[in-house]
């Protein structure tokens, strides 16, 4: 299903009037205000349930207002700009005025992008300015790749929901700190680092598996009710089937080799062979598992190249501690 252009219309006005629209973008659902609106901005983080330390990526509708946006470019960020948007790349530059504290979490930087879906595109234009929107699910939990998966999260909360169909990319985009002319990954996501490396001609600096970097990110972000256990590949099958047999209502993600393997467990997701087509899928993988009322997911992590970096991030983050209890 596609938005209409007199839903991209009032979808512009809820904005203009300081509302909540929940938009498509190629990667996740976002759940967007008008950036320079403080009281909008505000109940983005009430309506999310997320601490208001934490900052939000500014949404723009082209690499040509950069500048209105951020302070310097250095010319390391202006080519993942020009080379990478519209798409699923997020550049950290220096705030500039026009961005309210609120948007940053009091940072004296800015996360920018130009989302690649025609909806949002077309929202941006219509509304002309920036849009703040993190990913429009409640704190903590799984980011929303369909309309349904908003209205199921977010209800009332969200004034107007665009809906632009299934996600394309299904995991959010690459953070990239740009404000050195030496860029580094912050949150892997729908630009690779070999697509980065390749532009910037010299290899590009991950963060280690386990730290938390960006700030205010909790281990436990991207995460199912289910709680879920990462073993080897060659183990998911025998560890779902024991922890079937100790009680559990066990989801198991099983890899493409083997695909064909019986498994006595509750639910069973036979794993796409393309890391495209399992981060389009992944987020929906784990609602479903939850729908089924799943209270453990066994999976593997994938090969750590290409989008599976992405993946294995979003994995260990889906497995590590929680919150509360
Ligand atoms: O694909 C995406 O990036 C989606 C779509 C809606 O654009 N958005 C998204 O937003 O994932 P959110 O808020 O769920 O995640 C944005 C991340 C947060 O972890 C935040 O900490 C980080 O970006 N971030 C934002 N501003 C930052 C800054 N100035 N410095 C460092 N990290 C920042
Ligand atoms: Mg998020």
Same mark, same amino acid.
């Given at each position: 299903?596609?938005?209409?252009?007199?839903?991209?219309?009032?979808?512009?006005?809820?904005?203009?009037?300081?509302? /909540? @629209?929940?938009?498509?973008? +190629?990667?996740?659902?976002?759940?967007?205000?008008?950036?320079?609106?403080?009281?909008? !901005?505000?109940?983005?983080?009430? !309506?999310?349930?997320?601490?208001?330390?934490?900052? $939000?990526?500014?949404?723009?509708?082209?690499? +040509?207002? $950069?500048?209105?946006?951020?302070?310097?470019?250095?010319?390391?960020?202006?080519?993942?700009?020009?080379? *990478?948007? %519209? &798409?699923? $790349?997020?550049?950290?530059?220096?705030?500039?005025?026009?961005?309210?504290?609120?948007?940053? &979490?009091?940072?004296?930087? @800015?996360?920018?992008?130009?989302?690649?879906? %025609?909806?949002?595109?077309?929202?941006?234009?219509?509304?002309?300015?920036?849009?703040?929107? %993190?990913?429009?699910?409640? *704190?903590?939990?799984?980011? %929303?790749?369909t309309a349904d998966h908003v209205r199921a999260e977010l209800g009332d909360g969200v004034d107007f929901v665009l809906d632009g169909g299934a996600c394309r990319v299904g995991v959010e985009s690459t953070i !990239?700190?740009?404000?050195? +002319?030496?860029?580094?990954?912050?949150?892997?996501?729908?630009?690779?680092?070999?697509?980065?490396?390749?532009v910037l001609g010299r290899p590009i600096v991950v963060p280690s598996a386990s730290p938390v970097r960006v700030p205010g990110e909790h281990p436990s972000h991207y995460a199912p009710r289910a709680r879920v @256990? /990462?073993?080897?590949?060659?183990?998911?099958?025998? +560890?779902?089937?024991?922890?079937?047999?100790?009680?559990?209502?066990?989801?198991? *993600?099983?890899p493409p080799s083997l695909a064909d393997a019986p498994v006595k467990a509750h639910a069973v997701v036979a794993l796409p062979a393309s890391m495209a087509a399992y981060a389009h899928g992944l987020y929906g *993988?784990?609602?479903?598992?939850?729908?089924?009322?799943?209270?453990?997911?066994?999976?593997?992590?994938?090969?750590?190249? &290409? /989008?599976?970096?992405?993946?294995?991030?979003? $994995?260990?983050?889906?497995?590590?501690?929680?919150?509360?209890?």
């Amino acid at each position: 299903m596609t938005a209409t252009t007199g839903g991209i219309e009032k979808a512009a006005s809820v904005l203009r009037a300081g509302g /909540l @629209v929940a938009l498509p973008t +190629e990667t996740v659902y976002g759940l967007g205000a008008n950036a320079e609106d403080p009281a909008a !901005v505000a109940r983005i983080f009430q !309506v999310k349930g997320r601490p208001p330390s934490h900052p $939000l990526i500014v949404h723009i509708a082209g690499a +040509e207002q $950069l500048d209105d946006w951020v302070e310097k470019v250095p010319a390391a960020a202006r080519l993942l700009a020009e080379r *990478f948007w %519209p &798409g699923p $790349l997020t550049l950290i530059l220096r705030r500039g005025r026009r961005v309210p504290l609120e948007a940053t &979490g009091g940072l004296e930087t @800015v996360a920018v992008r130009v989302p690649d879906h %025609p909806v949002a595109l077309a929202l941006l234009a219509a509304f002309g300015g920036g849009v703040t929107a %993190p990913s429009a699910n409640r *704190f903590g939990s799984v980011s %929303p790749t369909t309309a349904d998966h908003v209205r199921a999260e977010l209800g009332d909360g969200v004034d107007f929901v665009l809906d632009g169909g299934a996600c394309r990319v299904g995991v959010e985009s690459t953070i !990239v700190d740009a404000t050195s +002319e030496i860029p580094a990954i912050l949150r892997p996501g729908g630009v690779t680092r070999e697509d980065l490396e390749a532009v910037l001609g010299r290899p590009i600096v991950v963060p280690s598996a386990s730290p938390v970097r960006v700030p205010g990110e909790h281990p436990s972000h991207y995460a199912p009710r289910a709680r879920v @256990v /990462l073993v080897e590949p060659d183990k998911v099958v025998a +560890e779902a089937e024991l922890a079937q047999e100790l009680g559990h209502q066990v989801g198991v *993600f099983l890899p493409p080799s083997l695909a064909d393997a019986p498994v006595k467990a509750h639910a069973v997701v036979a794993l796409p062979a393309s890391m495209a087509a399992y981060a389009h899928g992944l987020y929906g *993988f784990l609602r479903e598992l939850d729908e089924r009322e799943c209270d453990l997911v066994v999976a593997s992590l994938p090969v750590e190249e &290409g /989008l599976g970096l992405a993946i294995a991030n979003r $994995l260990r983050r889906a497995a590590g501690p929680r919150l509360s209890a």
